[in-house]
């Protein structure tokens, strides 16, 4: 059973464009949602994150925007740059007894000029 | 500070041979993870270890996959009799106490011939 649900799983974005993808989760009990960016034969870094608390979390060229209702999230990247061309990750876990994270299957984003 | 240490970097096994992974957490980190990552997947879970404790090993095989964190020295992954669908990247993450970050490592590039 998929608890977190990543779409696209591949995504091409003219540079300057706006990059979203898309999570969705099943467990209500989740708390925390972080993003994470992968480039290749490196290890996953987090890019921002959100609580429940909130429904939409910018950081930089980064948002995140939260819908508890729909058991949804997504992260937009405006102006898309082609260094932004990596594979990110939703995730989500529930912080309470530091369980660990779940995670999407990934999208794979590239920016092209 | 570095970052979460992880070696070696790639490790090529036959299959029936043992493969052993390293990782030292951040300084101060005292919860290490373990996650696997299979070719176009994201990242599963394996287990979560506290100082000479395995809080949770959910997501690791019954058998052949152990995991300890003593009390001095990094963590170890141990895979015993190696098989082909061993093959994969192995990350460790590590965070402080009362923190929703993991921070992750490069990962060891397990290839099993």
């Known amino acids: 059973q998929q608890q977190v649900k990543q779409s696209p799983q591949s995504l091409i974005v003219q540079k300057g464009g706006i990059s979203i993808i898309n999570c969705a989760y099943e467990?209500?009990?989740?708390?925390?949602f972080p993003w994470y960016q992968q480039f290749p034969g490196k290890g996953p870094a987090l890019l921002i994150a959100?609580?429940?608390?909130?429904s939409e979390k910018k950081e930089g060229r980064f948002t995140i925007s939260f819908n508890k209702s729909a058991k949804q999230f997504s992260l937009h990247i405006m102006d898309s740059q082609p260094g932004d061309s990596a594979t990110y990750f939703c995730?989500?876990?529930?912080?309470?007894?530091?369980?660990?994270?779940?995670f999407g299957k990934g999208t794979r984003l590239s920016v092209i000029a | 500070n570095a970052g979460v240490m992880q070696n070696p970097r790639h490790l090529v096994r036959r299959r029936g041979q043992e493969a052993r992974l390293r990782c030292s957490p951040m300084?101060?980190?005292?919860?290490v993870y373990w996650y696997r990552q299979l070719p176009e997947e994201g990242l599963k879970f394996m287990v979560y270890?506290?100082?000479?404790?395995?809080?949770?090993e959910s997501g690791m095989p019954k058998e052949r996959f152990s995991a300890e964190f003593p009390k001095e020295g990094p963590s170890i992954l141990r895979i015993q009799q190696v098989v082909r669908g061993d093959s994969a990247a192995y990350f460790c993450?590590?965070?402080?106490?009362?923190?929703?970050?993991?921070?992750f490592g490069p990962g060891t590039r397990l290839t099993v011939l």
């Open positions: 467990n209500t009990a989740f708390d925390y």
């Open positions: 993450a590590s965070s402080p106490d009362s923190s929703n970050e993991q921070f």
């Open positions: 995730a989500a876990r529930l912080t309470s007894g530091n369980t660990p994270l779940v």
């Open positions: 300084k101060g980190h005292s919860h």
């Open positions: 270890l506290q100082k000479e404790n395995i809080i949770d």
């Open positions: 959100i609580r429940p608390d909130v």
